[in-house]
């Protein structure tokens, strides 16, 4: 299981296909491999947004994003999970999130990643501010899924 949270922009598929290679002794237990890419989008409520800024408490976000991973990894027996999570300035079109759950059966993959970005988008200890034409807001609710 690894989490990482980066200010840095990442390549989710690059990242994956390098995690995938360190484990590649394992590779032969995963019967099933869900993923799950989000990216910043140029709308939300109804207005453009040209850039997001998030924001973290490091310490308290990382505890956090270890402790559902394990949660998952237990309560779906999962054989492994990946969470690369983007703070800082970001722009349209750039990554926020990668998510990758490995298991013997698909069920178990799926459940668990949609368990996972939930827990991200709705209580993970993240600030998110969004950059409009006429200023900038802070996000008081994420969409619903």
Do not use: C
Not at 24 to 38: I, K, L, P, R, W
Not at 59 to 66: H, W
């Amino acid at each position: 299981m690894k989490i990482e949270i980066t200010d840095e922009p990442f390549n989710p598929w690059q990242l994956l296909q390098q995690y995938e290679q360190e484990r590649d002794e394992q590779s032969s237990t995963f019967g099933a491999t869900n993923v799950f890419v989000g990216t910043m989008r140029d709308f939300n409520e109804g207005d453009p947004v040209t850039a997001m800024t998030l924001e973290h408490y490091p310490g308290m976000t990382d505890k956090y994003l270890q402790r559902i991973a394990q949660e998952a990894m237990v309560r779906w027996d999962l054989l492994d999970a990946l969470v690369v999570h983007r703070v800082g300035a970001i722009r349209l079109d750039e990554t926020i999130v990668l998510l990758a759950t490995w298991s013997a059966h698909r069920g178990a993959s799926f459940e668990a990643s949609r368990y996972l970005i939930e827990e991200l988008k709705h209580r993970a200890p993240f600030w998110k501010k969004e950059t409009l034409a006429g200023g900038e807001r802070w996000v008081e609710n994420n969409t619903k899924g």
